[in-house]
């Protein structure tokens, strides 16, 4: 019970803070010397989510991957054009609601924009157990959730990887991208 | 003086030998070594660039994740990883857009480095360019210097290994042709101070030794033949010498020494008289009645006649007294030294004595004969040969005019106290 309430009050204290953020970070940052920032950023997040992709293993090889947006994302304009990875596989994205009960079917992989700490939940709830890659964009400690957490700034787009999430996925990785998000996670 | 000058030119026979072997060696360790070497720095630098090669694919498969992901930080150091451990000079990694992701460099500097990079550009191929591939598409590619570090030992080596078995072939080669100078030499220096005592000394009693070389040792054979030969045409030619000298300077009659040889003694015995101031006697003897003889009795009387004569003359003499046929029945006889003028009229009258004996002739019969002697002494009667000579015959004729067979001293105005000639 305590958990749980604790849980909640988290929820809304992020969620406040989220609203706050959403509410007061765009207006800042909507400027036109972020903007070129914004487009060089949404072109490395491409890159590194086509990256990981890349050395991503399903257990069924899905053709087209089918890529979901949920939640609201700040650098997926790029990925939400659609194209061809580097392998020559189809890339099908769309964007879902972060409570449709139809996630763990309909993706692959799901790219994760801001949620609240419930709506999270609930979302990896609905995905556990179904070999789907999830990526969160937002600054997320990693230990529990996505398989991979984005680390966005100007110079590079880093990522983590939760070797747990990883595992339980059933989504093989290829060792070498652990390997380079490990000498990450230990370089700063 | 053109000849000596070409002589001192000539190589000798050791310089010859050492210069062959000498060059022999070097050619032989020079093309051994060179194309050795050639052949070791090209299968080097084929397996070289195949290792530089091999080190950009290895490069290529660690840097792949971090190029793909374009993390600048991550391909440095996986770069840096393996190149450090490889004979990689400098390593470049460069993304699908042709940007400089990553570079490493080796730090070394200094004369070897400047060498190294010196054989590395001219021996490999450079800079060894490899693509990146992920997923069948390139996404970058890698440029790879090569260190050239082993090229450079090994051609050092390989030119250390040149230089040293040079040096040791060298010597080898000195050595070796030492050993056969004096194989050759010995032989030939035995023949060469043999030859030099056959030319100086005369002496053909020497020979070569034996060698162990095939053609020498026929040289020395043949030089030996050649020995025997000459020693036995030496020998010969020494006993036709003193017979031919006995002959020219004796009377092939009697034995007794000619008149050249007499004159020869005359003269020389009267130089060795006035330096020691010594007395001679000379005596002039003539055989009496021969020309009657010669015509009576024939020359085979009158030659036998004289030979007797001769022997009975000889058998009067001191052993230092010379006794000459200076022609026909006239005889000579030179007394020295002499002591006293006694002396030299003793002996004329036992020589006259010993003519009193008939001279007994082969044929059985014995013929009467005898001498007229005519003394003249030295340096009274004259002082030099062809005076004392005069003298004598003067003597002679004097005593042949007074009493035949007797004998008679000069009497020249020199002569002091003329002595009565005795029977």
Request: hydrophobic letters at 45%; one cysteine or more.
């Amino acid at each position: 019970m305590h958990v749980a309430a604790r849980r909640v009050t988290s929820c809304a204290v992020s969620l406040l803070l989220a609203v706050l953020f959403i509410a007061t970070g765009p207006a800042r940052a909507d400027t036109a010397t972020t903007n070129a920032q914004a487009q060089q950023r949404a072109k490395a997040v491409t890159q590194v989510v086509l990256g990981i992709f890349s050395y991503a293993r399903w257990p069924v090889e899905p053709s087209p991957l089918r890529l979901c947006l949920v939640g609201p994302t700040e650098y997926a304009d790029d990925l939400i054009k659609g194209q061809v990875q580097e392998s020559g596989r189809p890339l099908q994205v769309k964007r879902l609601l972060a409570d449709d009960s139809q996630v763990a079917q309909a993706c692959d992989a799901i790219y994760i924009g801001k949620l609240d700490q419930r709506q999270r939940d609930k979302l990896f709830e609905r995905v556990s157990g179904y070999p789907v890659l999830s990526i969160s964009e937002s600054n997320d400690p990693c230990t529990i959730g996505s398989l991979f957490c984005l680390r966005v700034s100007d110079q590079q787009v880093a990522f983590e990887v939760n070797l747990d999430s990883v595992a339980r996925s059933g989504v093989r990785i290829h060792p070498s991208v652990l390997q380079l998000s490990r000498r990450r996670a230990v370089q700063p | 003086m053109k000849p000596t000058r070409k002589r001192s030119l000539r190589p000798t026979l050791r310089s010859v030998l050492g210069r062959a072997h000498l060059n022999v060696a070097l050619l032989a360790v020079g093309l051994a070594g060179i194309s050795l070497t050639l052949l070791g720095v090209l299968a080097l630098s084929v397996y070289a660039n195949h290792n530089l090669q091999l080190i950009a694919r290895s490069i290529s498969y660690t840097v792949e994740a971090a190029v793909v992901f374009d993390d600048s930080a991550a391909a440095s150091e996986a770069l840096a990883l393996i190149a450090s451990a490889e004979e990689v000079a400098e390593a470049r990694v460069f993304n699908g857009e042709g940007e400089q992701l990553a570079r490493w460099q080796r730090a070394d500097s200094g004369m070897l480095a400047l060498l190294e990079t010196q054989v590395a550009r001219a021996l490999l191929d450079e800079p060894a360019k490899l693509p990146i591939m992920h997923q069948q598409q390139q996404i970058g590619r890698i440029e790879l210097v090569g260190q050239g570090r082993s090229l450079l030992l090994f051609m050092l080596g390989g030119l250390a290994g040149i230089l040293c078995c040079t040096v040791l072939s060298a010597l080898a080669a000195q050595y070796l042709s030492r050993r056969l100078l004096g194989d050759i030499t010995r032989p030939l220096r035995g023949l060469a101070s043999v030859a030099h005592a056959a030319r100086r000394e005369r002496s053909f009693d020497r020979r070569v030794p034996e060698t162990a070389i095939a053609e020498l040792n026929e040289l020395g054979n043949d030089f030996n033949a050649l020995l025997d030969e000459l020693e036995v045409w030496q020998s010969h030619l020494q006993s036709e010498n003193q017979t031919l000298a006995h002959q020219a300077s004796h009377d092939s009659l009697t034995g007794l020494p000619n008149r050249a040889f007499f004159e020869g003694r005359l003269s020389r015995s009267v130089r060795n008289a006035a330096s020691q101031q010594d007395h001679m006697a000379l005596l002039f003897l003539d055989s009496d009645h021969f020309k009657q003889i010669n015509d009576t009795l024939g020359h085979a009387v009158g030659d036998e006649v004289l030979i007797s004569v001769a022997e009975r003359l000889r058998a009067q003499l001191r052993e230092h007294d010379l006794v000459a046929r200076l022609g026909g029945d006239e005889f000579a006889v030179l007394l020295t030294p002499l002591q006293t003028r006694r002396d030299a009229e003793h002996i004329a009258e036992k020589i006259v004595a010993s003519m009193k004996l008939p001279v007994q002739l082969d044929s059985g019969r014995s013929v009467a004969t005898s001498v007229s002697v005519g003394i003249a002494y030295y340096p009274e009667d004259g002082a030099d040969p062809a005076s004392l000579l005069n003298a004598a015959d003067a003597a002679m004729y004097q005593a042949k005019r007074k009493r035949r067979g007797h004998w008679q001293v000069a009497q020249t105005e020199r002569s002091a106290n003329p002595i009565d000639n005795r029977s």
